[in-house]
């Protein structure tokens, strides 16, 4: 489980004029304060020692304070909008169905996974909100889901050395074609490197990532706000008392090289993720052996 917040502003255009209103009377920043709280459940078997095939549900909760500014800052309180407003979003996201084959033996330091999986569409979707924006209707920018079952795969490695642990992962997804909607979803690449020192139940983690994430489309179109290329410095701590669960708090702070059409600035990020891990049955012993 995670929770992250988020705070980003945009100025508005005549794209994003309210209807009815005189242009002397529009906003000139949407302020949009987020609250991510992200729940997953994971199940995985393992069906052989190097190979296991599992499913992660995701939940999904956002809590969203819109704020509506003049062009000189002020707020204009109780201003109401077709495009943001204070709500709380909570629905389950596009269930995913992954498998993991370990490239190296047991005995080997270094950990190396491959991993290929699908999205399935199960989370909720919503009509062209920039559609129905032009058209002065109010609109939802916020949806859990895709619409559409999407390809996944990635690759992993772990490393010690002395008394550090090196951990490098690339992954990609996104969408073949068009939901209902006439939406895709945007194709997205991530890598990630990082090292981490232990102590005791404690650890302390940096790291490096990347993020590519290439337009999603409305009815063919690139989307506006999406397509972005970012640096993603981070550092983090973990406690850790025991296997079964375990506490951390990550900052990041992404750096965009790119972005493409109007986009929101994303500020330093701050999450805290809770998880826990329980075996569901161990293997059987055979009799005799001993194991």
């Keep these: 489980m995670t929770a992250t917040k988020l705070t980003a502003n945009h100025a508005v255009g005549p794209e994003d004029y309210e209807p009815g209103l005189a242009i002397e009377d529009q906003p000139g920043f949407h302020e949009l304060s987020l609250q991510l709280h992200d729940l997953r459940l994971t199940t995985a078997l393992a069906v052989r020692e190097n190979l296991e095939i599992g499913l992660v549900v995701p939940f999904g909760l956002i809590v969203s304070d819109a704020a509506f500014l003049t062009p000189d800052g002020a707020e204009m309180v109780g201003f109401g909008s077709i495009h943001h407003r204070d709500e709380t979003l909570f629905g389950v996201g596009d269930i995913r169905a992954l498998a993991r084959y370990r490239m190296t033996p047991a005995t080997s330091d270094l950990i190396f996974d491959v991993r290929v999986g699908l999205s399935l569409p199960t989370g909720n979707i919503e009509p062209n909100p920039f559609a ?80 590519k994430e290439f337009p999603a489309e409305w009815a063919g179109e690139a989307a506006e706000n999406s397509g972005r290329t970012d640096i993603v410095p981070g550092i983090g701590v973990r406690w850790q008392p025991d296997e079964t669960w375990g506490l951390t708090l990550f900052g990041k702070r992404p750096i965009t090289v790119e972005a493409l059409g109007g986009q929101m600035e994303v500020p330093f990020l701050v999450t805290l993720a809770v998880s826990y891990r329980r075996q569901a049955w161990e293997a059987p012993v055979k009799e005799g052996t001993g194991h």
């Design 132 to 211: 129905l924006g032009r058209a002065g209707q109010a609109h939802q920018h916020l949806f859990f889901g895709t619409g559409t079952v999407n390809p996944m795969g990635g690759l992993s490695a772990v490393l010690p050395v002395g008394s550090l642990l090196l951990d490098a992962d690339v992954s990609a997804s996104g969408a073949v074609y068009r939901n209902k909607y006439d939406y895709r979803a945007p194709t997205v690449i991530n890598g990630r490197f990082g090292v981490s020192l232990s102590a005791g139940q404690w650890s302390g983690d940096v790291s490096l990532g990347y993020l």
